[in-house]
């Protein structure tokens, strides 16, 4: 059983800096890949950034050149680095991560950008 827990979102506006947080209850070099996706209000939940265990990386073409996906194999967590927020970027973001065949989310957390 893998726990994934978030943190770190919240209320910034627009061209401003979040970073997110993502501490799981294992090892992260278990669990490939690892990812942040986020559900817009109304929408469908969406890739943003995967991490895979060798470390390569790779974006949604909307976030790329402002959002970074970085890992701490030591802490066991994973980052999302964002950088001019848009107000199209509010949603809520989720952790994702995948070992053994088996998906994991985090609960989620809040990210609002205001204009």
């Known amino acids: 059983q893998v726990q994934l827990v978030e943190s770190g979102g919240g209320l910034v506006q627009a061209g401003g800096s979040l970073r997110l947080s993502c501490a799981a209850s294992g090892s992260i070099l278990s669990i490939n890949p690892m990812a942040w996706y986020r559900q817009p209000p109304g929408k469908q939940r969406e890739l943003v950034a995967r991490?895979?265990?060798?470390?390569?990386?790779n974006y949604a073409d909307s976030v790329k050149g402002r959002f970074t996906i970085s890992r701490d194999v030591v802490k066991n967590t994973v980052y999302l680095q964002m950088d001019s927020l848009k107000p199209e970027d509010t949603a809520v973001y989720y952790c994702n991560g995948v070992r053994a065949l088996t998906t994991y989310w985090g609960q989620g957390t809040q990210v609002t950008v205001s204009s």
């Open positions: 991490i895979i265990r060798g470390g390569a990386t």
